[in-house]
């Protein structure tokens, strides 16, 4: 294929001589031979460039010029239809027979792009040639219907919960899918938290060679994202995993995305928890427990029971009932739960998208008119042939890590408590060996703005009848705090070696009012290690919002991170940006000291950190600035980690 884009003017045309002879006083007439006839210039590829490569894989091409007495060399262009996102090309002329070599855009759209890179002869660009080449990205290590869940604020500084369904073609290309979304709709004829539940009808998404992506979800509402069209930014962990953060200019949030197993109607035990807003009083909300499929479609009385924190009122120990839907086509359930004395509201309704057999995300979705029970998420862990066998304090036992989100009471604002710990249960009703940074952004009880509990602790608990519900109480702290503070929180168990669900009781003093839900992995045997390529998210808040994710590298050798991360801060997407960090040798608690750098990504850089380790593969983070006398920053953050599986033999 030949093209006469950008051809220069032609060359001077050869100046002929004539030549004379006089002699002899006569004339005598010289003919000039004529010219042999010129070969025109021609121009080819030596040899052949690939038409397809992968988007790690810069390409050299080389053009010899033929029949070019100046030897004027190869012009080059590069052409695609994002014609600011082509790539590049190191060299635009070169000399005949010398390559340029293109390297292929970082990130586009979907997991394709094809580029057309043109050679000119320099002497005549009406001589060219050109190459038609594929870039692929990784887009084909994720495919299938995955279940994706998060949680975060939206442009009126409310919270914000998003799950459902979507399914990925391999390519690059979003087929079809369904979710449910709680956010503040700003039209004036509504203005209040509202649920809203919509077909996903396409969309697209990216994964580069260090594993983190784009991903954009198309629905027909047109209040949600830009018109209708969700932005995440991801990183890839395994193709059955990946973390995600909304990048919208009016939803930001913090989640997960998982590959969905066999759908079957749920049964059995399973714990919950979610966390939000309470409609009806419109105060932070969490509340959990357990809820027993023990017959077909219906939730029993009978070994069901659930708490609930209501800006730091806790009604506890509660009968639960409801009824299950069978899952429709993409493995969505509908939950309708009552729970007879609850404050505000006691009936809620939930829609829960099926992961597999052991996991449900939920999210409720009551609140179609503004006027339902709450906008709350969360998740729920299946006890399986653990339902009903909890008998007594002996079923609680282990060294668990925890993590926990929620919010200060002092103001309400979302993701402004950040908190974790790690602790040992003993079976016989007593915490031990108990670390745990809980951090409270706009509290002033210490005399601060902000309020910070770094502290080891103690503790006890107790069993509940079978149903695997836990109050939990920690005291005893070292260095101490407030006179009489002892936080209470309420367990939920799963058994089989599975995650606890849990929701911060508050703190009973009030000195620290707070609201939250959380999770507790099983830690694994010491030594701990943080070693190797990590996916990771994080949440921030200092008044605004910030979330992302990311990719590091840690070196345990040397005690340093380093990577590259994507976030959303007060609504501003910036992608690509390197972060940096140190962490010391874990402690013998899994616990290490360190920081994190990067600005962006991070808001107010570098921070201090706290990493929790639950095991080689994963972990969690937790600023530890927030009140420091040389340094005070007025941002909590709260992150987690987690290996990830490099998307080709030679990516990153």
Not at 248 to 272: C, H, K, N, R, V
Not at 285 to 294: E, H, K, L, P, S
Not at 419 to 429: C, E, L, Q, R
Request: with cysteine.
């Amino acid at each position: 294929m030949a093209t006469g884009r950008w051809i220069l003017s032609p060359l001077p045309l050869a100046i002929l001589s004539v030549l004379a002879a006089c002699g002899g006083g006569s004339t005598a007439n010289v003919q000039n031979p004529q010219d042999p006839p010129s070969s025109s210039v021609s121009i080819a590829f030596q040899p052949a460039p690939a038409s397809s490569i992968s988007i790690n894989t810069p390409a050299a091409l080389t053009a010899v010029v033929s029949n070019d007495p100046s030897n004027a060399g190869v012009d080059w262009s590069l052409i695609c239809s994002n014609a600011t996102n082509c790539g590049s090309l190191t060299a635009l002329h070169t000399a005949s027979g010398a390559p340029t070599t293109y390297t292929p855009a970082s990130t586009f759209a979907g997991n394709t792009q094809s580029v057309s890179i043109v050679a000119f002869a320099t002497a005549n660009h009406n001589q060219n040639v050109v190459a038609g080449i594929t870039v692929t990205a990784f887009g084909s290590n994720l495919k299938g219907r995955y279940v994706f869940q998060g949680q975060g604020v939206d442009i009126s500084s409310g919270p914000y919960e998003f799950a459902g369904v979507v399914v990925l073609n391999g390519n690059g290309g979003i087929t079809s899918g369904e979710q449910t979304v709680n956010f503040f709709d700003q039209n004036p004829n509504i203005s209040a938290l509202v649920s809203r539940s919509d077909p996903i009808t396409g969309g697209s998404y990216f994964i580069g060679p260090d594993g983190r992506g784009t991903m954009t979800i198309t629905t027909g509402d047109l209040d949600i994202g830009q018109n209708g069209v969700e932005t995440f930014s991801l990183v890839y962990l395994s193709a059955s995993r990946a973390l995600i953060a909304e990048t919208d200019p009016a939803e930001s949030g913090t989640g997960t995305m998982d590959l969905q197993g066999t759908i079957a109607p749920p049964s059995g035990g399973y714990a919950f928890v979610v966390s939000g807003t309470d409609i009806p009083s419109a105060s932070p909300t969490a509340f959990g427990g357990v809820f027993n499929i023990n017959s077909p479609n219906t939730i029993s009385g009978a070994g069901s029971i659930a708490d609930q924190n209501l800006a730091g009122t806790v009604t506890g120990n509660r009968a639960l009932s409801g009824t299950v839907s069978p899952p429709d086509a993409f493995g969505a359930v509908t939950l309708n739960l009552t729970v007879p004395g609850f404050q505000s509201a006691t009936t809620f309704q939930f829609a829960g998208y099926i992961v597999d057999a052991t996991h449900i995300k939920l999210i409720e979705n009551d609140n179609n008119s503004g006027g339902g029970s709450g906008s709350t998420g969360g998740i729920a862990i299946a006890q399986g042939t653990a339902t009903g066998t909890f008998a007594n304090d002996s079923s609680f036992s282990g060294t668990y890590v925890f993590g926990l989100l929620g919010v200060d009471l002092t103001g309400f604002t979302p993701n402004t408590l950040t908190s974790a710990g790690v602790f040992t249960a003993n079976g016989s009703g007593n915490f031990d060996s108990g670390y745990m940074d809980t951090f409270l952004q706009q509290n002033g009880s210490q005399g601060t703005a902000g309020s910070q509990i770094s502290v080891a602790f103690s503790g006890n608990y107790s069993v509940y009848s079978k149903t695997g519900r836990v109050r939990a109480v920690f005291d005893n702290f070292l260095p101490r705090q407030k006179l009489g503070y002892a936080p209470v929180y309420f367990f939920y168990l799963t058994g089989n070696g599975n995650p606890v669900l849990f929701i911060d009781g508050s703190d009973s003093t009030l000195h620290y009012p707070s609201v939250g839900a959380g999770i507790a992995y099983p830690q694994s045997a010491p030594p701990f290690t943080f070693q190797g390529d990590y996916g990771f998210s994080f949440t921030q808040q200092n008044g605004s919002e910030n979330d992302g994710t990311g990719r590091l590298t840690a070196v345990s050798t040397a005690g340093t991170l380093s990577g590259v991360a994507d976030n959303n801060s007060a609504f501003t997407p910036t992608s690509a940006s390197p972060i940096s960090g140190t962490f010391a040798a874990p402690a013998s608690n899994g616990v290490s000291a360190g920081t994190l750098s990067g600005s962006p990504p991070f808001d107010f850089s570098p921070f201090a950190v706290d990493y929790y380790v639950i095991g080689p593969t994963q972990g969690f983070f937790v600023e530890t600035d927030l009140v420091s006398p040389n340094d005070p920053s007025g941002v909590v953050s709260f992150g987690y980690y987690a290996a990830r599986t490099p998307v080709c033999s030679s990516c990153l």
